[in-house]
């Protein structure tokens, strides 16, 4: 499996690290050595468990990726480079093809398809109402502990965060509130958190999504074997 980290602006080698130590937690086939494997004994080792992360610089780079993360930062700097290289229809289109996609912070802003008191949003995947900078200056970054979806007392770092003040689907699932706010949202194959999971020791959301990129594969290459 092919993961693609958009590296424009903000942590991506935070997750590119946070990747790379979940991939290990998990025991896939990692650079070539093989290990037993932590996952349901179902999960044949092959080249699907082969875990490669590329830096999305390029719309050459969005060609084999099979899931994608989009990293915090700055979601005004980082919708504008996406809009000058080309790569905001792409992107867009590969999500809503299916493609599984991880967004904090900042990327939850690119995913949104309202933005407060904006008039445009950037890639508009994600059916929900997010407020930039929510937490002003003055509570700019903090840290405390919630449950994400089925993951318990999860460490929830913020970072100049946003919130989710509304969803636009009944589709949208709530996976963290913090302080009566919406912090985790998954809608379909898009999940969104604005918090940063690659800013803790705890690996733990990143495991689920290489899981959850690890079963969109197989479905795909069944799906092709079936047709």
């Known amino acids: 499996m092919i993961i693609g980290v958009l590296a424009l602006q903000g ?25 037993t494997t932590n996952l349901d004994s179902k999960l044949e080792t092959n080249n699907l468990t082969k875990l490669q992360i590329v830096e999305i610089r390029q719309l050459k780079d969005l060609e084999k990726i099979d899931a994608l993360v989009l990293p915090g930062g700055e979601s005004t700097v980082q919708g504008k480079l996406l809009k000058e290289l080309g790569l905001l229809k792409p992107i867009k289109e590969r999500i809503e093809s ?6 904090t912070c900042a990327g939850l802003i690119l ?8 008039k445009d949003c950037h890639l508009g995947t994600f059916p929900i ?24 007392d ?23 509130v913090v302080d009566d706010k919406i912090v985790g949202v998954k809608y379909k ?5 604005a918090f940063h999971p690659e800013m803790t020791t705890d690996k733990r959301i990143h495991e689920e999504f290489l899981k ?16």
């Not at 299916?98 to 967004?103: C, D, E, I, Q, Y």
């Not at 109402?129 to 318990?152: E, M």
Request: aromatic share 8%.
């Open 129 to 152: 109402k997010v407020v930039r900078n929510a937490y002003g200056r003055q509570l700019g970054s903090f840290v405390t502990t919630a449950n994400v979806g089925a993951i318990k």
């Open 189 to 193: 194959n898009q999940i969104g958190l």
């Open 98 to 103: 299916g493609m599984p996609v991880l967004a």
């Open 154 to 176: 999860f460490p929830l770092c913020f970072i100049r965060a946003p919130y989710v003040k509304e969803c636009l689907s009944k589709d949208v699932e709530v996976l963290s």
């Open 11 to 35: 942590a991506f080698i935070e997750h590119i690290n946070s990747l790379r130590e979940s991939y290990k937690a998990l025991s896939f086939e990692f650079n070539g050595h093989k290990e």
């Open 212 to 227: 959850l990129v690890l079963e969109n594969c197989k479905n795909r290459t069944s799906n092709k074997l079936a047709s």
């Open 111 to 118: 995913l949104a398809k309202e933005i407060e008191n904006e």
